[in-house]
């Protein structure tokens, strides 16, 4: 691990500056969800066994399938515009024109500055839609022929080149990682395939969805500046061009930020409440002793600690930002599932938050199957709770059903209106529900160790 100061980081912070120049790069929050979980024959959990389903540290690359099930919406596009070599390499790579791009840029820019930041606007504003909206838009811009080339550009660069742990639902690594499951709002430090920490974590606005793929961690910038860019959603006490020192109490990104590809970081700056809902624009976000705790953690995982205390001087020097390189990057393998099998015998359904249509009965079969319990095995009367709960998580953040024909409808009607959208903040209704399966007990994910929940 080398340390650098100011000057000599000064190349890699404007650089990650200019890849978050975007809605992402603040990950600010207002509001999140409170609502406790319905729990159904919920026990207390137990110690961590071993588990029986494994992941390895070498992904396969996304299939053109897997790639589709992406979504990209506008914002993620203006995000990966801002990076000039994002556009070299896309033109490259598709042929396409200098007004193609400018073209994708202002339709990018215009989707955000109709996304509202308050309670006006059109409620029935999703991931779905602003997913359907992109694809329109792309569409429209580039033609029929390269729409399809161009959206599986933007879904490989969302999704790191690869979706982690797709053919293993649960899968357990075997390796130094981190692993992280937004819809379960929470991120978990292994060693060598041993489960170290957990953390309660903010996740990404629907409209700003945390990606699911591999990154890498490879720097920790100690007292970041922010400097806001010329978005429509910058206002208030935010202004263009107008930067926000480290150390400031109106940084959004807290006092470390710790990128993991473009436009994503694990950052500080969030209270508490932000935990456990929807928190930023598109990054993991913890509390200011939440981040300093992962620094120290992940610093280790990399071969050469930083204590709390030496994390707490570096912070002390408010005016000075510091970029800490890792000896040796880190993997952060970010997942989508909505069905968890944990090794206490319990089975989780969470809600489908970014309605990628996951709560299936199909799904459950597999998580089910890879744990190593049959769903058939099952007293009918179970199967009939459990099928319930996936239809009960099959919904939204609104409390809509997903993928559904008036789902769909909903989403087609919204690509069409041309209104003020409200950001999703809150989350109506349950997140999640818990059935005890005898078989699982010693199988399947481990529950929280050491949980961090501010």
């Given at each position: 691990m080398t340390l650098s100061n100011n000057t000599t980081a000064r190349g890699l912070i404007l650089t990650v500056l200019s890849i978050?120049?975007?809605?992402?790069?603040?990950?600010?929050?207002?509001n999140t969800a409170t609502n406790n979980p319905v729990v159904a024959d919920q026990g207390s959990a137990t110690q961590v066994a071993n588990a029986?389903?494994?992941?390895?540290?070498?992904?396969?690359?996304?299939?053109?399938?897997?790639?589709?099930?992406v979504q990209i919406t506008l914002p993620v596009v203006d995000a990966m515009l801002a990076d000039d070599a994002t556009v070299t390499?896309?033109?490259?790579?598709?042929?396409?024109?200098?007004?193609?791009?400018?073209?994708?840029?202002?339709?990018?820019?215009?989707?955000?500055?109709?996304?509202?930041d308050d309670s006006a606007g059109d409620s029935s504003h999703s991931t779905t839609n602003a997913s359907k909206e992109a694809q329109s838009k792309i569409r429209e811009i580039v033609g029929s022929q390269k729409a399809d080339p161009v959206l599986n550009f933007f879904r490989e660069k969302w999704a790191g080149g690869n979706l982690a742990a797709a053919a293993i639902p649960n899968g357990v690594p075997t390796d130094t990682r981190i692993v992280v499951n937004a819809p379960a709002y929470r991120m978990d430090i292994f060693r060598e395939g041993k489960l170290l920490k957990t953390y309660k974590i903010g996740i990404g606005y629907p409209e700003f969805p945390l990606p699911a793929g591999m990154r890498k961690a490879s720097e920790i910038i100690f007292n970041p500046t922010w400097t806001p860019p010329d978005e429509p959603w910058v206002k208030g006490k935010f202004a263009p061009g107008k930067k926000v020192e480290a150390g400031s109490k109106d940084n959004p990104l807290g006092p470390i930020k710790i990128p993991i590809g473009l436009p994503s970081l694990i950052h500080g700056g969030k209270s508490p409440a932000k935990l456990g809902g929807f928190a930023s624009h598109g990054c993991v976000g913890l509390t200011n002793g939440q981040i300093q705790d992962f620094a120290s953690e992940i610093t280790g995982l990399a071969g050469d600690p930083l204590s709390i205390q030496e994390i707490k001087e570096f912070e002390s020097k408010k005016a000075e930002t510091k970029n800490v390189k890792l000896s040796s990057p880190v993997s952060v393998d970010?997942?989508?599932?909505?069905?968890?099998?944990?090794?206490?015998?319990?089975?989780?359904?969470?809600?489908d938050v970014y309605e990628r249509g996951t709560n299936t009965e199909e799904n459950l079969r597999r998580v089910l199957d890879a744990a190593g319990v049959s769903f058939d095995s099952l007293s009918s009367a179970d199967q009939k709770k459990i099928l319930a709960g996936v239809q009960q998580m099959a919904i939204d953040a609104h409390g809509d059903?997903?993928?559904?024909?008036?789902?769909?409808?909903?989403?087609?009607?919204?690509?069409?209106?041309?209104?003020?959208?409200?950001?999703?903040?809150t989350i109506k209704g349950a997140k999640q529900v818990v059935f005890d399966i005898a078989g699982l007990k010693g199988k399947g994910y481990p529950v929280p160790v050491n949980l961090r929940a501010a």
């Open positions: 978050s120049a975007s809605v992402f790069s603040a990950c600010a929050s207002q029986n389903t494994n992941v390895t540290s070498a992904p396969s690359p996304a299939s053109s399938e897997a790639l589709a099930g390499e896309i033109k490259g790579k598709l042929q396409l024109t200098d007004d193609q791009i400018e073209k994708l840029r202002a339709a990018a820019k215009e989707s955000v500055s109709n996304l509202g970010l997942r989508y599932e909505t069905i968890v099998a944990t090794d206490d015998g319990k089975l989780t359904i969470y809600r059903a997903v993928n559904t024909e008036d789902a769909i409808e909903a989403g087609n009607k919204a690509v069409m209106k041309n209104q003020t959208k409200t950001i999703t903040r």
